[in-house]
């Protein structure tokens, strides 16, 4: 089936520092992604709808500025948190549905990157 | 109001039983999709099953199943013959009209025991 990559897995990075987190889509085009966010022992909240070849779309309480998106291509989704603080520190993963299904199932997640700000 | 309700933080099942794990859902958008998840400690999320709005039949993936009653407004998932390694966090989720956005429930972490 079609896959969604994330990477890194695991990020560990200073206060202050800026951090990006790349999604693929490996064997499939995804004209759309999205990001998501997941706290210990919470559940997932979308952070932003990633659109290629314009802006994202972020959910309210999103601070754009700060979680910067960028679609390049269908098949690449990235993620930068910029000016990381210790709070930013989470689960973050991303999904990615395949362009030529318009029903059905088709919404595949990547494997998600931990994310610690020290 | 909650979209997707998950009433069971924990559940615990003894292998080789059923569980069914609760969900309820809250959308006036009669098209829509619910799916489970299933996130092990790593933290994938691995999709196990979905059921669209008007599918007229209950859908079934191997050990999984859901029970789902359009009227209640509830898609159960039920897991029969547990194993140990589906102790896990399960979640629930909705995706309504045309999007493919997914709001998903709080999740219910199951644990199978001997």
């Known amino acids: 089936g079609a896959v969604v990559s994330q990477h890194p897995s695991r990020v560990i990075c200073k206060s202050g520092t800026s951090v990006k987190i790349e999604c693929r889509s490996l064997d499939f085009q995804a004209t759309t992604m999205f990001w998501y966010r997941q706290f210990p022992k919470q559940s997932l909240m979308l952070m932003a709808t990633?659109?290629?070849?314009?802006?994202?779309?972020?959910e309210q309480g999103v601070e754009k500025d700060k979680f910067l998106i960028n679609h390049a291509s269908l098949t690449l989704s990235t993620l930068t948190v910029t000016s990381a603080h210790p709070e930013d520190s989470s689960f973050y993963i991303c999904?990615?549905?395949?362009?030529?299904?318009?029903?059905?199932?088709?919404?595949?997640f990547g494997e998600g990157s931990w994310l610690t700000v020290v | 109001a909650q979209k997707i309700t998950q009433t069971q933080p924990g559940m615990f099942v003894q292998e080789k039983e059923a569980v069914t794990l609760d969900c309820t859902y809250d959308?006036?958008?009669?098209?829509?999709?619910l799916f489970w998840y299933k996130q092990p400690s790593s933290g994938e999320m691995i999709f196990l099953i979905y059921q669209g709005s008007y599918d007229q039949q209950n859908a079934t993936e191997g050990r999984y199943s859901l029970n789902f009653q359009k009227a209640r407004k509830s898609a159960n998932l039920v897991i029969s013959a547990s194993q140990l390694g589906d102790s896990a966090m399960y979640f629930c989720a909705m995706r309504e009209g045309g999007g493919n956005k997914l709001t998903f429930g709080t999740g219910t972490q199951l644990k199978v025991e001997l």
């Open positions: 990633s659109n290629e070849g314009s802006k994202a779309t972020y």
């Open positions: 999904s990615a549905k395949e362009l030529l299904w318009e029903t059905g199932n088709t919404i595949y």
């Open positions: 959308t006036s958008d009669p098209s829509y999709g």
